[in-house]
């Protein structure tokens, strides 16, 4: 007579079945669990490899070389100081004054001078600015106008020779120099440069960029017209 059979209750084989295959289940889980694992660290490894790359592939502070700090210098200086790009365009600007011998362009790191022949912007004992030295002026001050970056000063220094002048105007060099200098200044504030960026000083024969007499006191007249200048000194800080 056959046993009836509970529905609940699993068979032998049934059962054997059942555990077989929740240990399968298990199985699987685990080793998906291994895998991510596995692909994790070797996404780790791959990221470590590529920083050491790099770390490697870049030369130590203390080992770089001499030049290849100052070429780092250079053209960092060139973006926050655009000095180079400057000088290029005034010597192209002034390039007929300068072969003329009227106009001198130095540059240093953080600026450029321009040196402009006294008779060029002024007549002899005057403090009145001629023509030519108005030309020029705003020449300048259209080239500065284009500049994108404009937070830049600009000196203006008067030089006279060494030889003494006493007029009504002018009691000695000191107050000529003072004043050549101010009527440069003047003009760039009327050509539309503001009055922050802009200063004058006279320096009278103090500063000669060429000694003026030899060693038996002979006066050297080439020497003096060359002492007699305006220097723009143009700058950023």
Not at 89 to 112: A, P
Not at 196 to 206: F, H, I, M, R, V
Request: charged content about 25%; cysteine-free.
């Amino acid at each position: 007579m056959n046993q009836p059979v509970n529905p609940r209750k699993p068979q032998t084989d049934d059962l054997d079945e059942f555990l077989n295959q929740n240990q399968d289940e298990w199985q699987v889980t685990y080793l998906d669990t291994v895998t991510i694992l596995l692909a994790f660290f070797i996404i780790l490894s791959s990221i470590a490899d590529t920083n050491v790359g790099l770390m490697m592939s870049s030369t130590p502070p203390e080992e770089q070389s001499t030049e290849q700090v100052k070429g780092k210098t250079e053209q960092q200086s060139a973006v926050f100081f655009p000095i180079e790009a400057l000088y290029f365009d005034l010597t192209q600007l002034l390039q007929q004054e300068i072969e003329q011998g009227v106009v001198n362009l130095e540059k240093g790191k953080y600026e450029i001078r321009m040196s402009f022949s006294g008779s060029t912007f002024y007549a002899s004992g005057e403090a009145d600015l001629l023509p030519a030295g108005k030309e020029i002026i705003m020449r300048i001050v259209r080239e500065l106008t284009g500049l994108e970056r404009d937070d830049f000063q600009l000196d203006v220094e008067g030089h006279t020779d060494s030889n003494p002048i006493s007029t009504l105007r002018f009691k000695d060099n000191w107050e000529l120099s003072a004043a050549r200098a101010a009527n440069v200044v003047r003009f760039f504030l009327q050509a539309g440069v503001s009055a922050e960026k802009l200063k004058a000083s006279g320096y009278a024969d103090t500063y000669p960029v060429l000694p003026e007499r030899d060693e038996n006191g002979k006066v050297n007249y080439d020497n003096q017209r060359k002492n007699r200048r305006i220097v723009v000194r143009l700058y950023y800080n």
